[in-house]
């Protein structure tokens, strides 16, 4: 089995559990703990079957562990038909809709192989979504702790899968019972639960290493720059992670330059990079606003996100509502129906320079903005069975 020591990537000491690095915690600093990178010389690319379980020991496993699987990975990119030319890696196709079943695959897969039965996970949306499916699959019993701003479409894809869903007034509560619940119970925590949060289960972002990967098999060193919805910086860690190694092996020439992309309301990145040296970026704090993207957005910028900017000389953007939810509605009139979440890392690429290809990462799919979408949609229109009427609501319809 590969080596499993977890270490703080900013201060250098091996550390255990999912709550980061406590000295750097002291230090005013939250760190997410990291395993050591995957050593993928001698892998062949073109060969790479995609997925978190493509190429065995990328995500740390006991040799006699059996990886937990629904089809994960292996999405599709869609180029975008306009002068930009923008790539979107379209996660929605994953089984439950989003990115985090990938996450959720190696860390429902962790905790069966340590021996838990029950796993729990704090979540607005997708993560609760996808951990119920997971744990459903694993023959684990999931909890999901929740806000009372769940979408309905993400409360029934949990009850589906047969999980216990709880809501909480806020999300101060909600971790604070979750941590209670891991102390005390010794349930397996699926994401983060500490405030201000380090970031999510270290080896569930190995998972996340396979959005790289597929990347570079089908794109190879024309990429230029990968967009990345970003709040606590799971995802772009682990993409930040996975083109280390490809780099390393000798896989790829030069990782491409990663871009946070945030809701200008809660664009901590933004902030944190406009600041003059490293220690005033990582304690970047900022009140958090909610948005329509209400899945990113931050009131800190996560550690382990600054580190994949600064190691691949990238950069934040910030983009106003309207211009996202614009960017929703155009990516929805070419077929790809995205979360508002992914349309801030649309509306994002098209500000970068053309350097290679730019790629946005479509985290999940619009289903979960049901209510956004149907928000300004007039009535449900209902005719009798006649082609005239039919024609004459087609004349309303495109004189809108």
């Known amino acids: 089995m590969t080596d499993q020591t977890l270490r703080c990537p900013r201060c250098g000491r091996d550390g255990t559990g999912t709550a980061g690095c406590p000295a750097c915690r002291a230090d005013g600093v939250a760190v997410n703990l990291e395993l050591p990178l995957a050593d993928l010389r001698g892998r062949d690319l073109a060969s790479y079957p995609g997925g978190p379980w493509g190429w065995p020991g990328t995500v740390p496993l006991p040799p006699d562990a059996d990886p937990v699987a629904l089809g994960e990975g292996n999405t599709p990119n869609v180029r975008l038909e306009d002068p930009a030319g923008v790539w979107v890696k379209n996660e ?129 060193d024309s990429l230029g720059a990968v967009v990345v919805p970003t709040s606590r910086a799971d995802l772009l860690a682990g993409i930040g992670r996975g083109f280390k190694e490809l780099v390393a092996a000798g896989l790829l020439r030069a990782a491409p330059r990663l871009v946070a992309a945030e809701p200008s309301a809660s664009a901590a990145y933004v902030r944190a990079l406009a600041k003059t040296g490293r220690p005033a970026q990582e304690r970047t704090e900022i009140p958090y606003v909610s948005t329509a993207a209400f899945s990113i957005g931050s009131d800190v910028a996560n550690w382990q996100g600054l580190q994949a900017l600064w190691d691949s000389g990238g950069s934040a953007v910030a983009v106003d509502e309207a211009d996202f939810l614009a960017e929703q509605r155009g990516a929805a009139a070419q077929g790809l129906f995205l979360e508002a979440s992914s349309a801030v890392a649309v509306a994002a690429a098209r500000r970068l320079p053309a350097d290679g290809a730019v790629v946005a990462i479509g985290t999940a799919s619009g289903v979960k903005d049901i209510d956004l979408v149907l928000r300004d949609a007039p009535p449900l229109p209902v005719i009798g069975e006649s082609l005239t009427q039919l024609r004459e609501l087609l004349q309303r319809v495109s004189g809108r």
């Open 92 to 220: 929605g196709a994953n089984p439950t809709h989003t990115h985090k079943d990938r996450y959720m695959a190696a860390a429902v897969a962790t905790a069966r192989a340590g021996g838990s039965t029950t796993v729990i996970a704090a979540s607005s949306g997708n993560a609760g979504a996808s951990a119920a499916a997971y744990a459903a699959r694993a023959g684990l019993r999931c909890i999901v702790v929740t806000t009372s701003s769940l979408p309905p479409v993400i409360h029934a894809q949990i009850l589906a899968a047969g999980a216990v869903v709880v809501g909480f007034p806020d999300s101060v509560a909600r971790n604070n019972v979750m941590r209670r619940a891991v102390d005390e119970l010794g349930w397996f925590p699926l994401t983060n639960y500490v405030e201000p949060g380090a970031g999510g289960h270290p080896h569930a972002v190995e998972g996340l290493k396979s959005v790289a990967y597929e990347l570079a098999r089908d794109l190879g």
